[in-house]
């Protein structure tokens, strides 16, 4: 199977298909918020703009006859709105946990990036009250160990996995064998699909794959977080 990373192929899915792919990892990025659109750091009640809406109806109509068949998901507002077209059309209930949310900014949230002091996504920066870089992906490592535990109690189907764009990167980049010669992406776009292997050592078959969104569909330059 092909990982290039990048495709939008308009003649081919870029998504394998459920004999390929397995009981597979689906993990997506939430749709765009007014705070990605405007680079924003979000507070955590940040809900969907409308162009995000559109994303989640266009990736539930790409996902809805790949197999799904339990969906754990963020408890943030961006998240589950993003969740639930593709748990309506599949008549799934969404389980929700808070290992999932994006990294804390603490004191930050709300704040535009221009206007930090300092890069917010830098190494050493620890924001006022939230969480620091080794604090985030200790809590993205419990995350993942939970949504493997969630993979392994499944007999059927696939795990859909809802949730942010650091969190993506950090998993990509830390918790699964990367075979492709380039690195994991550094940015996911909103709603982009990646899937993993269901097992050890999670082999990443795509990433950031987002050829369900038209021109019209497409985010601008917005924020990773």
């Not at 996902?63 to 309506?88: E, K, N, Q, V």
């Not at 007999?155 to 990367?178: D, F, K, M, N, P």
Request: aromatic residues 6%; hydrophobic residues 40%; glycine residues 8%.
């Amino acid at each position: 199977l092909n990982l290039r990373l990048f495709s939008r192929s308009k003649t081919a899915s870029c998504l394998p298909s459920g004999n390929q792919a397995g009981m597979s990892i689906v993990i997506v990025r939430h749709g765009e918020t007014e705070g990605n659109a405007s680079r924003v750091l979000q507070v955590a009640e940040t809900p969907l703009n409308a162009r995000g809406m559109r994303q989640a109806e266009r990736l539930a109509e790409r996902l809805h006859d790949f197999g799904i068949t339990h969906i754990l998901c963020s408890d943030l507002p961006r998240a589950l709105m993003t969740a639930a077209p593709i748990a309506a059309r599949l008549d799934l209930t969404v389980e929700t946990t808070p290992l999932l949310q994006e990294r804390n900014f603490g004191d930050l949230r709300g704040t535009p990036y221009a206007q930090v002091q300092g890069d917010p996504f830098g190494p050493d920066f620890h924001p006022a009250n939230g969480e620091s870089w080794a604090m985030f992906h200790e809590r993205v490592a419990e995350a993942f160990a939970f949504v493997a535990a969630a993979r392994a109690k499944l007999t059927e189907g696939h795990l859909l996995v809802v949730t942010h764009g650091l969190v993506c990167h950090a998993i990509l980049s830390r918790h699964v064998a990367w075979t492709d010669r380039s690195p994991p992406p550094d940015r996911f776009h909103n709603t982009s699909v990646t899937v993993l292997d269901p097992t050890a050592p999670f082999a990443a078959r795509l990433a950031n794959c987002y050829e369900h969104l038209g021109p019209d569909d497409m985010e601008a330059t917005g924020g990773a977080a």
